[in-house]
């Protein structure tokens, strides 16, 4: 797999990419929000590691303007704050996952394994014989979902979706009518690592339903089932 590391600290950089490397991924280090993108524009990776502090501008900002353009790479955000306010602002601006500095590289490399996991599962399931739920595209409403253009169409609106958003999506699409708990997305779509709290999948759900909801703060596609998951229904009465 390859891996685009950007961090404006060479050490940390270097670190970081001979890690990648003793791993079994081919790496790359780039230290600007500039170079990253110009790399990501030209060349293929796996996932990104990104920086949120860089001298020539946010790693947060430069995620952002990369999901709106249609990048889909998965995207790991390292923090200088671990907050919920600060990993629900990376979550907004389209980070597949945070993790917070200082951090210890088993758990850099647990957190790159669960995205590269959840990658290789879309694909898969991406590649599998069409059905009624498992097609490249899934419409309900005015609205589509387009799991090979990673893409949401309401009427003619078209909003770029993550991998990880996209991913989720076809998840409960797959299961439509029936509860998912929090544990199973983890377990199936995501690939569990030791830190994830199952808040996380909140801060999801809440981004999908600007997507697909009329009224967000009352979801009728993406409905909460109290002290288990959610559940999505494509057409509700």
């Known amino acids: 797999m390859r891996v685009l590391i950007v961090d404006d600290h060479p050490a940390t950089r270097d670190l970081l990419v001979r890690s990648m490397e003793r791993a079994g991924h081919v790496a790359v280090g780039e230290g600007t929000c500039a170079r990253a993108a110009e790399r990501l524009g030209q060349e293929r990776f796996d996932v990104t590691i990104l920086d949120v502090m860089l001298p020539d501008g946010s790693g947060m900002d430069l995620c952002r303007s990369l999901r709106s353009a249609g990048c889909s790479v998965p995207i790991l955000l390292l923090t200088a704050r671990g907050g919920v306010g600060d990993r629900v602002a990376g979550l907004d601006a389209g980070a597949d996952d945070y993790l917070a500095k200082p951090f210890e590289l088993p758990i850099l490399l647990s957190r790159v394994r669960g995205l590269l996991r959840r990658h290789e599962w879309f694909r898969a399931e991406a590649a599998a014989p069409a059905s009624p739920v498992v097609a490249s595209q899934f419409s309900f409403g005015d609205k589509s979902i387009d799991f090979e253009q990673l893409e ?39 690939g569990v690592h030791e830190d994830t709290d199952t808040r996380a999948i909140d801060n999801f759900i809440v981004r999908l339903r600007r997507y697909i909801e009329e009224e967000p703060s009352n979801p009728r596609h993406l409905q909460t089932v109290r002290g288990v998951g959610y559940r999505f229904v494509a057409n509700p009465e």
Do not use: C, N
């Open 152 to 190: 949401v169409r309401v009427g003619d609106r078209r909003m770029p979706l993550t991998l990880m958003e996209a991913a989720l999506l076809r998840y409960f699409v797959q299961h439509e009518g029936s509860p998912v708990p929090r544990k199973e997305i983890l377990e199936r779509v995501w």
